[in-house]
């Protein structure tokens, strides 16, 4: 199974700070890598897809790269609604799908 | 608009079968395109993903779950179900039903999540 890597754990940054989280698979996902947001008592939100597509409604100081097996989301302008947990995940052609341990961001 | 709803009891007898229905509301189960799941989330395991299916007869379950697992479509109610057998503590946790993106390689939409407590 592919396995995926999130680091930081947990973060603390003041509004406008520009924001990086890294996820690392255990192997070659192309770009088939997906960030969400979870605000607590809620369902997780889809930001990005494939890597670097930025989700209808998402507001643009969102962004994603990477490919292959590194990737990042990161946050230009951090908001105060942007407090929360990110997540990625992976889908591998073998039809399976893996989240990484979270990355929960507090608002300084 | 799409909605997803959970619904099943909230708790569940160590060894016993867990059995949950998602109710779907502006799709149709029978005609979709799209892919739909379960995932599941609790302080110590994080998000999981359980299972998906398709209405080509295609079912993929996660290995971890796999013998214990069990998800089924029933396109006259619109709803499809999760069954997991023989749980432990270890499957408390709050249960989501999803649908899958296009591509079917997220999980684009979400129910409100129905959290199923084992224990005796």
């Known amino acids: 199974d592919i396995q995926v890597t999130q680091s930081p754990s947990t973060l603390s940054a003041s509004v406008g700070d520009r924001v990086t989280i890294t996820c690392r698979a255990s192997?070659?996902?192309?770009?088939?890598l997906t960030w969400y947001h979870q605000k607590p008592g809620k369902a997780p939100k889809l930001l990005i897809y494939?890597?670097?597509s930025l989700e209808s409604g998402v507001p643009s100081r969102f962004s994603g790269s990477g490919s292959g097996t590194e990737f990042t989301l990161t946050i230009s302008g951090l908001q105060p609604d942007d407090f929360g947990t990110y997540y990625c995940?992976?889908?591998?052609?073998?039809?399976?799908?893996?989240f990484g341990q979270g990355t929960k961001v507090e608002i300084k | 608009q799409l909605q997803l709803q959970e619904s099943g009891p909230g708790l569940v007898k160590p060894s016993e079968t867990l059995s949950l229905t998602c109710t779907v509301s502006?799709?149709?189960?029978?005609?979709?395109?799209?892919?739909w799941g379960w995932v599941r989330q609790s302080p110590g395991r994080g998000l999981e993903w359980i299972g998906t299916?398709?209405?080509?007869?295609?079912?993929y379950y996660n290995p971890s779950f796999k013998s214990r697992v069990t998800i089924s479509v029933d396109t006259s109610k619109n709803q499809f179900s999760l069954k997991l057998s023989s749980v432990t503590a270890a499957d408390t946790a709050l249960y989501y039903c999803?649908?899958?993106?296009?591509?079917?390689?997220?999980?684009?939409?979400w129910g409100q999540g129905t959290l199923v407590t084992v224990s005796s």
């Open positions: 999803v649908r899958h993106g296009f591509t079917r390689s997220n999980f684009h939409h």
């Open positions: 494939k890597a670097s």
């Open positions: 502006g799709d149709s189960l029978s005609t979709t395109i799209y892919y």
């Open positions: 299916t398709h209405n080509s007869g295609n079912t």
């Open positions: 995940q992976q889908y591998s052609s073998s039809s399976s799908w893996t």
């Open positions: 192997q070659s996902i192309s770009d088939w």
